[in-house]
């Protein structure tokens, strides 16, 4: 037990950055994924509502049912577009910037979001739901990369879980707040959609004050003294040039090994197997059951 609150005392730099890049990073996709069928109702209704007083004739029920199904799934397409783009803006840009780009991204989103019953559009909602997918497609690919490479090795596995924990409290954070006795009712539903800019302003105003992750200063800045200081913030004080040097060895390592682009990997017939499997487990992983609340509209 002492031993397990000394680490805790040794590492709280690491377990504050777990937390900080949790609350902007899974757990916002989390909760997109589950909170959007609470407020399907009342959404439609406004669809339905908007077209009368702008055209004067109600929609046909399949055309709303349409619109609604585009919204639910325009933040797959833009999680698709922001993960695509995050690949290649996080070997040009430092991490925390493009994490604190995303939290503005998502911050915008939640602006249209609340505002959009009183802007009477529909449009705007649609148009939130890209943005926020934009955002969790970026941030649900830093999230795992940063978390891994801020740990030392022996807590690795367990900063690596944290990536899921957080996007199903992200979930669970949504199913609740989603109860119409909370957020999910006529009333408040913009606000229910907005919510999440909050987990976005938290992650931006709190990952300033922490260091971007070791391996990167020292690999690609080719700074020892800020990957040092970097560590000591995180894991405090203590003897860490043995890993210090594992990242040296990595950089080495890296001069002789170029970075692949997705066609290349595609192409390349070495990879066929690593290729096929991981695309099986992907697709799979989306058939268990997993993403199923979203199709509670239906
Ligand atoms: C749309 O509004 C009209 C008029 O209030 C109503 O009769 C119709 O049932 C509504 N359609 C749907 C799908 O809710």
């Not at 783009?85 to 249209?112: D, E, F, P, S």
């Not at 990595?250 to 692949?260: C, D, G």
């Not at 991981?278 to 989306?286: E, N």
Request: proline share 3%.
């Amino acid at each position: 037990m002492a031993a397990v609150f000394s680490e805790l005392v040794q590492f709280r730099g690491l377990f504050q950055l777990i937390f900080v890049l949790g609350i902007g990073g899974s757990f916002p996709y989390g909760f997109h994924i589950s909170v959007i069928s609470y407020p399907s109702a009342h959404i439609r209704k406004f669809i339905n509502e908007t077209w009368i007083e702008r055209h004067g004739s109600p929609l046909h029920p399949e055309t709303i049912m349409l619109l609604w199904s585009f919204i639910v799934s325009v933040y797959g397409m833009g999680g698709f577009l922001g993960s695509l783009c995050c690949g290649y803006l996080t070997t040009k840009y430092r991490k925390q910037k493009c994490q604190m780009c995303a939290n503005l991204i998502i911050l915008v989103a939640a602006l249209i979001m609340a505002f959009s019953k009183t802007a009477k559009s529909f449009e705007m909602i649609l148009v939130g739901r890209f943005l926020y997918g934009i955002g969790t497609g970026f941030s649900l690919n830093i999230h795992p990369q940063y978390v891994g490479e801020i740990s030392p090795k022996k807590l690795r596995g367990f900063t690596n879980s944290t990536v899921s924990v957080f996007l199903t409290l992200g979930k669970l954070t949504g199913q609740v707040i989603g109860l119409r006795e909370i957020l999910g009712s006529e009333a408040l539903w913009p606000w229910l959609l907005a919510s999440s800019g909050l987990s976005a302003l938290v992650q931006l105003v709190t990952l300033p004050f922490f260091p971007d992750s070791p391996s990167y200063l020292l690999i690609q800045k080719g700074n020892e003294e800020a990957c040092r200081k970097a560590i000591r913030k995180l894991w405090g004080e203590g003897d860490h040039q043995a890993e210090i040097d594992d990242i040296m060895k990595e950089k080495a390592a890296m001069k002789s090994t170029k970075t692949l682009r997705v066609l290349e990997i595609i192409k390349d017939r070495s990879l066929r197997w690593q290729l096929y499997t991981s695309v099986t487990v992907m697709t799979t992983l989306q058939l268990c059951g997993i993403n199923a609340d979203i199709l509670l509209f239906f």
